[in-house]
């Protein structure tokens, strides 16, 4: 994929309305079709059979916005594919869309962590994976409030691999990073944000398979082709 057709900030807020308001979809529909599209990312990079430990655990660490929204989606998919995802959400949020996510996930009996251990080795030795939906286009990183500010400090930290979700938490959506975390994994949703030219980790995908023709050319977002029946591609 070009440089050329990464969004800007600006750009990827407008395809985002022009979806909603002109294309009708809803935004409990995007935030579905985004979290399915990690989890089936996740499931590429660490199929059940290859991860280290006994469990297949993974932790999914949720903001307080709509990333964090794809975040719990994106879990209770994890566990429908036979994984053990655990949940840390520590700011819920007041927005009745994304609460009736987060009942999805209870009545999956998908755990919620209560805090989250500062004490690396515990994360480390309980998890093979760690997915950030901590922050995505709607924060400014310069502004990372706690409980944030903590946990990406500990993720700074951690030894596992990290799946971030659109934007990695910490990065500018148009510079890239300059105090985040260092995430193996990018699942870019509907096209990459600018700031993924920054982005070194091994394995960049996309999710924007559903996108409306008409949209894709009004934007020239020259997507790359997908193959048979996949929601996500490899870039």
């Known amino acids: 994929l070009q440089a050329e057709s990464d969004r800007s900030k600006q750009e990827a807020e407008e395809i985002e309305r022009e979806l909603l308001e002109d294309y009708r979809f809803g935004r409990q529909q995007l935030i579905e079709i985004f979290g399915h599209a990690c989890a089936v990312a996740v499931t590429k990079v660490f199929p059940l059979?290859?991860?280290?430990?006994?469990?297949?655990t993974v932790l999914v660490i949720c903001g307080p916005e709509q990333n964090g929204a794809i975040g719990l989606v994106c879990a209770r998919h994890l566990r429908v594919y036979d994984y053990e995802p655990t949940i840390f959400y520590p700011k819920r949020s007041l927005n009745s869309l994304y609460q009736d996510f987060t009942t999805q996930c209870e009545k999956m009996d998908i755990p919620?962590?209560?805090?989250?251990?500062?004490?690396?080795?515990?994360?480390?030795?309980?998890?093979?994976?760690?997915?950030?939906?901590?922050?995505?286009?709607?924060?400014?990183?310069?502004i990372v409030k706690?409980?944030?500010?903590?946990?990406?400090?500990?993720l700074k930290q951690i030894k596992l691999p990290l799946v971030s979700?659109?934007?990695?938490?910490g990065w500018d959506a148009e510079t890239g990073h300059s105090e985040g975390i260092t995430p193996e994994?990018?699942?870019?949703?509907?096209?990459?944000?600018?700031?993924?030219?920054?982005?070194?980790?091994?394995?960049?995908?996309?999710?924007?398979?559903?996108?409306?023709?008409?949209?894709?050319?009004?934007?020239?977002?020259?997507?790359?082709?997908?193959?048979?029946?996949?929601?996500?591609?490899?870039?």
Request: proline share 10%; glycine share 4%.
């Open 49 to 56: 059979s290859s991860l280290p430990k006994k469990q297949p």
């Open 112 to 142: 919620f962590l209560s805090y989250l251990p500062t004490e690396v080795q515990l994360i480390n030795d309980a998890y093979n994976v760690v997915v950030d939906a901590i922050f995505g286009l709607e924060t400014d990183p310069t």
């Open 146 to 154: 706690e409980p944030y500010a903590g946990i990406l400090t500990t």
């Open 165 to 169: 979700l659109d934007i990695p938490s």
């Open 185 to 235: 994994v990018l699942v870019s949703l509907t096209a990459p944000k600018k700031c993924a030219t920054q982005f070194l980790g091994k394995h960049h995908f996309v999710a924007g398979r559903f996108l409306p023709y008409d949209l894709q050319k009004k934007f020239e977002l020259n997507l790359p082709l997908y193959s048979g029946a996949e929601c996500v591609i490899p870039l």
